[in-house]
């Protein structure tokens, strides 16, 4: 059914055209239109008996406008022809990878002991147990502590009998503070005046236990890493990035992830690293991205699918990649003209672009519109109109003039863009927790409070990257401490989380026409009307 109406259309097409040219009678296959020949008979491929395409003189030539088609409305109808409009804007790509979640290199701690031991008791005996700064961690017997606890008090007996004994108190202070003995113990220890047997070692930072070579009993040497404590109030992202999309990404870009056990939601961070060399087998990068983390639900190890959106040029001229027809080393595209004519032009091309759009380097302009839908019959038929004027024996002659762009009733589409900025995402109110984006309504996991809609051009105004406003804890119990600079929280030790402004939206210049006030641009120019110089529009005025 497709090749008996694709046959129709084209007989349609050639016999609009050939009414209007002059030259030999041609002879065409129905269902092979590819065979043209001047002579009756059968085709080659199937054995059906050619039909004519047209009659006239062999005297004749073709018109000066060969690739300029006219068609129908009824005819465009049958083929399904839409066109878009030629648009300007930023070269914007969207770059995917997939990356691995590692931990925060720098929130990260080993507990050990500055001396050899026994460990008498063990307060976290497992793995994956969360810690807080100060907390108890195991107890250990040491004779060197012991005997620096004992000296230490022998300096406070000949300190409150002999004035020049400060001294010597206050080196044995500080032998202890070395030995990591906490200050709240040394005060114990003044106070009570008798040596303690054990010391009970505490949590440097507050994070997971994600490292335990200790059990209760065992002999541990001066240095020997027994803990390992990692922060995951931040983690960092591992992404392997194309040599050729490397341009595309720089620091401080917005990145998001999405991870196989949350289809729902979306977590967004930014570019934080790029390291310097290249993979010689994969020939990609490793870049770093640092995510905020509140609720922890990005885990260390997880696997996650990765979008950086990149702009490679401020302003460039987009085509729809569909409007394209590739051939080799030649692309082209057919330009809707007045009065359901069509044109087929060449055009070159730069880098792909997002939303299935191609930079145009050459061959249109902003404001034209081409063919999206339908164009392969025009193609064909323009195929044909070659064919025959080569059997006529003429060239074809190119209509450069600048096509002019179709009355309103021929607009039967717009931009081919697949951007929707009505979409509805949800997000927490929270601050806090803002760099989670849900497809869902309902309540943030992480401190119940009910999700808020917000359009995709309002989520753009959120994202990470604009002005901090201060810093915070990702822990929901700690949601009231904000604070002017990057650090540790004071009630837990978590590593503070920056909560970002929305970015500033440049303010656009106006102008108008002293003489027509009506006439405003966005752009330097001239009045339509009077052709005066158009000039700003003052700050008062907007």
């Known amino acids: ?288 991205l640092e995510f905020e983390n509140p609720g922890y639900y990005l885990k260390p190890g997880m696997f996650v699918s990765i979008r950086i959106a990149a702009e490679l040029k401020p302003s460039a001229v987009l085509v729809p990649e569909s409007a394209v027809l590739r051939s080799g080393e030649k692309n082209t595209v057919f330009v809707a003209l007045d009065e359901g004519k069509f044109t087929a032009r060449e055009v070159r091309l730069g880098a792909d672009a997002e939303d299935d759009q191609c930079e145009v380097l050459a061959g249109l302009k902003p404001g034209e519109r081409v063919v999206t839908s339908g164009q392969f019959l025009l193609d064909s038929e323009s195929q044909l109109r070659e064919a025959i004027d080569k059997m006529k024996g003429t060239n074809l002659t190119s209509t450069a003039a600048a096509p002019v762009p179709p009355a309103a009733a021929e607009q039967e589409s717009t931009t081919g863009t697949n951007e929707n900025p009505g979409a509805t995402v949800y997000v927490c109110p929270m601050p806090e927790h803002v760099s989670i984006v849900y497809d869902h309504p309902g309540n943030c996991p992480i401190c119940g409070m009910a999700l808020v809609p917000v359009s995709a051009a309002a989520l753009a105004r959120l994202q990470p990257g604009g002005r901090v406003l201060y810093y915070t804890c990702p822990m929901p119990e700690h949601a009231s401490v904000h604070l002017d600079q990057p650090g540790k929280c004071p009630l837990c030790g978590m590593t503070l989380i920056p909560v970002m402004a929305a970015p500033e939206t440049p303010k656009v210049q106006q102008y108008y026409c002293p003489m027509h006030p009506e006439v405003k641009s966005d752009e330097p120019g001239q009045c339509p009307k009077c052709g005066m110089d158009l000039v700003p529009v003052p700050a008062a005025a907007k």
């Open 1 to 288: 059914m497709k090749t008996i109406l694709f046959t129709l259309l084209m007989l349609t097409l050639l016999g609009q055209s050939g009414r209007a040219a002059s030259g030999p009678t041609l002879y065409t296959c129905g269902m092979h239109p590819q065979i043209i020949q001047d002579h009756p008979g059968n085709c080659p491929l199937c054995g059906m008996k050619l039909t004519p395409i047209h009659e006239g003189t062999a005297t004749g030539s073709a018109p000066a406008d060969s690739q300029v088609m006219a068609v129908d409305a009824a005819t465009r109808q049958n083929m399904n022809l839409r066109t878009a409009e030629i648009r300007s804007g930023p070269l914007r790509k969207l770059i995917r990878t997939v990356g691995t979640i590692d931990y925060n290199e720098t929130a990260q701690a080993i507990v050990t002991t500055k001396f050899k031991g026994w460990v008498e008791k063990l307060e976290v005996d497992a793995t994956g147990r969360l810690v807080h700064r100060g907390e108890p961690m195991f107890e250990i017997y040491a004779p060197e502590l012991y005997s620096a606890e004992a000296e230490y008090l022998l300096a406070l007996e000949a300190a409150g009998t002999n004035p020049a004994g400060t001294t010597l108190q206050q080196t044995a202070a500080e032998k202890l503070r070395f030995l990591d003995v906490p200050e709240a113990q040394i005060t114990e220890l003044e106070h009570s005046r008798k040596p303690r047997k054990t010391l009970p070692v505490t949590a440097p930072i507050s994070g997971f236990v994600i490292e335990k070579q200790v059990v209760a009993g065992q002999m541990v040497e001066a240095g020997m890493p027994l803990y390992r404590l990692a922060d995951l109030g931040i983690v960092w992202v591992f992404a392997q990035i194309y040599e050729q999309d490397l341009a595309g990404v720089q620091l401080g870009q917005e990145a998001t992830v999405k991870v196989a056990s949350l289809p729902d939601r979306v977590f967004r961070g930014r570019v934080t690293f790029i390291y310097p060399s290249l993979d010689e087998k994969t020939r990609t990068a490793r870049v770093r």
